[in-house]
């Protein structure tokens, strides 16, 4: 590792290896996950590429295997050797204006990426950036605010959000529609959400500064 605060983490998996890649300060680094050994892969970083910045906050990987770099400066997006920047629908270039804090892809080929203060910026990429959007208040009414830290998107397209003030769940491509909030009157254990997944059988596990809870749709669990 060239540097040692790791701002986020992803795995990338093909038919032949599996890759775990690391965002921090200074660039991304890519490690090829062997059966008895690591080894580095590949480095991103302004000097040899187009990436926006070193500071890597956010990173994941979409359909055909696009990355997507949330930066300090913007969101860089990098497909077959090709660079573009993103910052957001026009006219809302939240991704610039706000820190990115996570991005996550969906089976039906819209990404989101969420940041503090701006809401989520959605879109899709194929040789172009189409679709751009942007979910914040008043209009995504289920997102209770534009300070958002995380979003996890489960098989059906449905977008999880952990934001300063609960949860939020869209089960709708519509920005309006199908929104859903959750808080610590529903039974969630703080609503300062900062990590949020989904087991096997379908419980969603949220991660909050004052514990985990777990929701399986009806029941909701707390651990301390």
Not at 114 to 134: E, L, M
Not at 137 to 158: I, N, R, Y
């Amino acid at each position: 590792l060239n540097n040692l605060s790791i701002n986020d983490l992803a795995l990338e998996k093909d038919s032949i290896t599996n890759k775990i890649w690391i965002a921090t300060n200074v660039g991304a680094t890519s490690f090829i996950l062997g059966k008895n050994v690591i080894k580095t892969d590949k480095n991103y970083n302004t000097q040899n590429d187009s990436i926006l910045d070193n500071n890597i906050l956010a990173i994941n990987f979409g359909l055909d295997n696009v990355k997507y770099f949330g930066t300090s400066k913007g969101l860089s997006i990098l497909k077959d050797n090709k660079w573009i920047s993103f910052m957001g629908r026009k006219k809302e270039e939240i991704l610039s204006e706000y820190e990115i804090s996570s991005i996550a892809s969906a089976n039906d080929g819209w990404v989101y990426a969420t940041t503090k203060g701006g809401g989520v910026s959605r879109f899709k990429y194929t040789d172009a950036i189409t679709g751009a959007t942007t979910f914040n208040q008043p209009w995504a009414s289920g997102l209770k605010s534009d300070t958002v830290f995380t979003v996890f998107v489960d098989q059906d397209s449905h977008q999880w959000y952990g934001t300063n003030r609960g949860l939020a769940y869209h089960a709708s491509p519509n920005t309006k529609s199908d929104w859903t909030s959750y808080s610590h009157e529903d039974g969630l254990i703080c609503d300062t959400v900062y990590a949020i997944n989904k087991d096997h059988s379908g419980k969603i596990w949220i991660g909050t500064n004052k514990g985990i809870s777990t929701f399986n749709g009806t029941k909701w669990e707390k651990f301390t």
